[in-house]
């Protein structure tokens, strides 16, 4: 067979295990427990803290943690396919969620939702439980839910536009090429046997 055949077959046959023994891995190491992410908005100097620790943006939430936001400074919380919730200035949560729903108990502040695969259940002061849809808000000492226009972030759908254009002009690139890759460089092998 040509030489260039065999590269070629060695090389995807190389890839295509790199890339199961990758993806076996990240598929190993999950534990199971859903997670989120919580981003500091407002004053930085402010100390938002989960589970009475200090908080960055980018630090990871649990299901049953309790997050406190000091006067100057909020909290969006981002739980990945649950949704995305966000928390005023003074405000205390303690949020419980999994894949599909967000709940939790709101001692202090108020509460709105910007994103949820089903509604969020928030039980205030008087002990009542709220059930907000995108774009609605709950506050501590009121019963009721208030409807207000969810912030809009016009920059989410660009990396999928994105990955889409890459992935099309690699793919035009590849279709013209003709199967013409030059593996080894231009070099002439002579056979000893002519």
């Known amino acids: 067979m040509n030489s260039k055949l065999w590269i070629r077959k060695a090389m995807t046959m ?3 295990v790199a890339i199961l023994a990758t993806y076996s891995m990240v598929a190993l190491a999950s534990d199971g427990r859903a997670a989120g992410e919580i981003v500091i908005t407002g004053n930085s100097a402010a100390a938002v803290t989960v589970n009475g620790e200090p908080a960055k943006s980018g630090r990871t939430i649990f299901s049953s943690s309790t997050i406190t936001t000091p006067e100057g400074a909020g909290a969006i919380v981002n739980l990945g396919k649950a949704g995305r919730i966000e928390l005023a200035p003074n405000t205390t949560f303690s949020v419980s969620f ?3 729903s967000i709940s939790g108990d709101l001692a202090a502040g ?3 939702v910007l994103s949820a695969v089903e509604a969020v259940g928030v039980k205030t002061l008087s002990g009542d439980v ?3 849809n995108a774009g609605e808000t709950a506050t501590a000492t009121a019963a009721s839910s208030s409807a207000t226009p969810a912030p809009t972030n016009g920059h989410s759908i660009w990396p ?5 254009v890459g992935a ?3 793919i035009i690139w590849t279709a013209t090429k003709d199967n013409d890759v030059n593996l080894g460089g231009g070099a002439i092998t002579i056979s000893p046997n002519r």
């Open 160 to 164: 999928f536009v994105l990955v889409l």
């Open 14 to 16: 190389s890839l295509t």
């Open 130 to 132: 709220v059930n907000l």
């Open 168 to 170: 099309a002009a690699i």
């Open 110 to 112: 108020s509460v709105s």
């Open 98 to 100: 999994d894949n599909k």
